[in-house]
């Protein structure tokens, strides 16, 4: 039978798992809301260039 307690005393995380976990906390891709907001200041600007033409 599994000892899962001494099978939880062995576990070490793999570097993959640490290496991915600081590879998504120091993303700076742009998420959804920052794309909306490229493409709400995009229209007002094409906007404010419509009407001073």
């Known amino acids: 039978m599994i000892n ?3 099978e939880l005393k062995k576990f070490r995380p793999s570097l993959e798992a640490d290496e991915a976990e600081k590879a ?3 993303n700076n ?3 959804m809301t920052d794309l909306f907001y490229k493409m709400i200041e995009d229209v ?3 906007m404010v260039k419509q009407r001073n033409s």
Do not use: A, Y
Request: charge should be negative; hydrophobic fraction near 35%; glycine fraction near 0%.
């Open 24 to 26: 998504v906390i120091n």
């Open 44 to 46: 007002d600007l094409h």
């Open 29 to 31: 891709s742009p998420d």
């Open 4 to 6: 899962f307690e001494e």
